[in-house]
């Protein structure tokens, strides 16, 4: 077996969730005068590529120490929403169903195309990447429940679509453009389709149902688009952790891994290795 990393590399420059502690990086101890370099971190657990455990919204759930290996590690499949979606659209689990195999007890990857605006992408911005970027309705959320998915992931800076978090308050301009968008596509206004009553409802709703999700993953995600495999989510054993930084990959036959490094091999490169996403995203559309 090999791994294909779906994880965006961490730095200073990752943007934390809107709000949230970014990770601040800084020497305590040099080679000259003390013989080895050491470093401290300071952050939230909500930076980078990271998987929201039950206790974030679930009082009496799960902390992340309590999520097996058997649970973490599991057959999932990758779906690309990229050609389907754009600037604040939602997406719907007929869409995913169209383009991937989703069976009773996945883990489900969702590929927006938004990682195109991770903060390592030549594309970057980190605006859209967690403002603009699409998400699903309760429909999506009610479906999730009936398939007993696993958890989800998703390319982007949130499971719920970005203007049903607070940031609906926080960027008062960016949700009068929404709310525009959302009259001319779907013909309601963004409080008709997100009202009070679904808050944050792939948190909210799902946390307590046992359905968790991984947010900011990027990494190789496009080679897999389509495609079924095992999926491992590995955050540290973080005893009373409400969530926590990831490492996330995908296990391949060899055979398979050999055809894919072929496919990358054809494609552009982000400075730190990563193929970078074809798909692009005209403002509002696609």
Not at 37 to 62: A, C, R
Not at 101 to 125: C, F, S
Not at 133 to 144: K, L, N
Not at 231 to 257: H, K, M, N, Q, T
Request: proline share 5%; hydrophobic share 35%.
């Amino acid at each position: 077996m090999k791994l294909i990393d779906l994880t965006i590399p961490l730095g200073i420059g990752t943007p934390a969730w809107p709000t949230y502690e970014p990770l601040q990086m800084k020497y305590f101890k040099r080679l000259a005068p003390n013989g080895a370099n050491g470093q401290l971190l300071t952050h939230s657990n909500h930076v980078g590529t990271h998987l929201d455990g039950e206790i974030h919204f679930y009082t009496p759930g799960k902390d992340i120490a309590e999520l097996s290996l058997d649970y973490l590690v599991a057959p999932g499949v990758v779906v690309d929403l990229s050609d389907a979606v754009g600037d604040y659209d939602i997406y719907t689990s007929k869409m995913v169903e169209d383009r991937a195999d989703v069976r009773e007890g996945d883990i489900l990857i969702i590929n927006t195309g938004y990682h195109k605006y991770g903060w390592d992408q030549p594309a970057a911005d980190e605006v859209r990447y967690m403002v603009q970027h699409p998400g699903p309705d309760r429909e999506f959320a009610e479906w999730a429940k009936k398939k007993k998915l696993r958890w989800i992931g998703v390319d982007c800076g949130s499971a719920d679509h970005p203007f049903n978090t607070a940031i609906r308050t926080w960027m008062p301009r960016f949700a009068k453009e929404c709310d525009r968008h959302m009259q001319n596509k779907y013909g309601k206004t963004l409080e008709e389709i997100f009202e009070d009553g679904k808050y944050q409802l792939m948190h909210l709703e799902m946390f307590n149902h046992g359905i968790i999700h991984a947010e900011c993953l990027g990494g190789d995600i496009d080679l897999l688009n389509g495609k079924r495999c095992t999926i491992g989510c590995f955050p540290w054993r973080l005893v009373d952790g409400e969530s926590c930084i990831a490492r996330i990959v995908a296990f391949v036959e060899d055979s398979e891994y050999e055809q894919l490094m072929k496919v990358k091999a054809t494609r552009k490169l982000t400075k730190h290795g990563d193929v970078v996403p074809e798909c692009t995203h005209p403002r509002g559309m696609l």
